[in-house]
């Protein structure tokens, strides 16, 4: 039995670096989807069991949920790091598309290549979001082409290569195209 796919939901999965923002751009989401109060962070909602809080480093699928017209988005932050592997590609299962936080003055760094490669491989629809954008050491022109570079070594499709590109200061909650 075919299960039918629900249009009023959508499942991302986010992706980043330790220290990209990933938390940071979950924050500004839920924040301005009102989905969460005003000084208030991502740790203080009920998400699932965490036992990375104290650790600050993600190793299970976290989720959140934000309302966007007419769809509730879920946005399941995946751990950055192969060691995770097994969680993060049953997660990639349910997901239709991921968020990929880049920051840009680092640029895309090696512990995220394993995660993008297995969200590519599944043939998901990728969003770039490059996040601190105003701090004087950001270069997003340097960072985007690293990370086309990088679409093109992992085998990306044309598709995925054509993805949205949003430039971000998340911890001020603003973003662009």
């Not at 598309?97 to 990728?126: H, T």
């Amino acid at each position: 039995m075919a299960l039918e796919r629900r249009q009023d939901v959508r499942n991302l999965a986010i992706i980043a670096h330790v220290d990209h923002g990933k938390s940071t751009v979950v924050d500004s989401l839920l924040w301005q989807s009102e989905a969460l109060a005003e000084g208030r962070s991502v740790s203080d909602l009920p998400i699932l069991f965490d036992p990375s809080r104290e650790k600050r480093v993600a190793v299970v699928p976290k989720l959140s949920s934000i309302q966007y017209r007419s769809a509730r988005v879920q946005i399941l932050d995946l751990p950055g790091h192969a060691n995770f592997g097994t969680e993060v590609e049953q997660t990639l299962r349910v997901v239709d598309g991921f968020l990929l936080v880049v920051d840009a003055c680092e640029g895309p760094l090696p512990q995220n290549r394993y995660v993008l490669r297995r969200a590519l491989e599944a043939g998901l629809a990728p969003v770039l979001v490059l996040n601190k954008i105003d701090r004087p050491t950001a270069d997003p022109e340097r960072v985007l082409h690293e990370i086309r570079a990088l679409f093109v070594d992992l085998d990306a499709s044309e598709q995925q290569q054509r993805c949205a590109v949003v430039y971000c200061n998340a911890l001020r909650g603003c973003a662009s195209t």
